[in-house]
Structure formats: structure tokens, C-alpha cells
């Protein structure tokens, strides 16, 4: 708190990284494990139209082009760049540079719902139950949540206090 912020809006998908070898991307679940099969089809065929990036940046996607909880309608896009870390710094990007990167590579980031410095938790939890509503990429859908993050860069040390989440209830 105190600190500039930017909140976006928590889309129900798969989590994926992309990272560069030098020759194409590879794709890699939340698990960290090479993604495999059917349910990747679309992904594998997107990335083929990427254009190269720094190798030593993973890049953390929401992948939505099957339903999970939430079922998205009439989505434009099926990878939405969540953010981008720099394994050579050990730093999550600054949101500038991640949405760089995101126009660079022509994806989304995820929906922004909010930039700005939020002073406490009252005025926090007020703003992210705000934004309680129709999804920004599928308006027949509800918004699973938000997330809150900082919005300058920061080490992977310090993610668990720059970075929550909050799932709206059904």
C-alpha cells in the first residue's frame, strides 16, 4: 500500500510460461512440465506466429481457449500475457514493460482495471469489490476475480507481498 498499483482482472484459464530457446518457444504448464496434448492444440499454432523475445524472459499467459470454471463466449484472443520475468535479474518486469513486450508480440495483456495508489486495506478491498461484474473479454461471462500488483518491477523475493488476489464468490 502506498505504492503504485495496478489491478487487473483474474481470467479463468490455464496458467502458461513461454520462453525463447534461440530457435522457437517452448510452452510450459503452471507445473512447469512441457505442455502436451490436445488441449494445446491452439497454443502450438500460435506461437508458431510469434516473433522472438529476450531469451531469458518467461512470459506467464492465461490460456482460454477451452472452459474451466468459467465458460468465456465469443473471446477475442486465447492468450492473454499476465506478465513478464527477466530469469537473468530474477525480476518480474515494471507493467510498462510488460505491456511493451505484450504490443511486441501482438497479445493482450490481461484486462486493466485499475491504476493508481490505493493507501489502505478499507480502500483496497473497496476498489477490487468494484470492479464485481461482467468479464472484459466475454461480456456474457462473470469476472472470476482480480489480481493486484506492483506496478514497477520486482524480485521474485519479494512476489508475496507484490502481488494478491481476490476470487469474487458464484
Known sequence: LGKQLVITEKIDGSNIKLEWNGRCYETFTRGGNPTKGHFFSYLKRLIYTLPPIEKNY?????????????????IPNILYIISVFDK??????????????SNYLGLPTVPELFIGIINSTDELKGICLSFQGKSEISP???????????????????????????????
Open 140 to 170: 456474457s461471462a462473470s469476472k472470476e476475480g482480480v489480481v493486484v500488483r506492483l506496478y514497477n518491477s520486482f524480485h521474485i523475493k519479494d512476489f508475496p507481498i507484490s502481488v494478491a488476489k481476490c476470487v469474487f464468490p458464484d
Open 58 to 74: 518467461s512470459i506467464f499467459c492465461e490460456y482460454v481457449a477451452f472452459a474451466h470454471n468459467i465458460d468465456y463466449k465469443e
Open 88 to 101: 537473468s535479474t530474477q525480476q518480474f518486469l515494471s507493467w510498462d514493460d510488460t505491456r511493451n513486450i
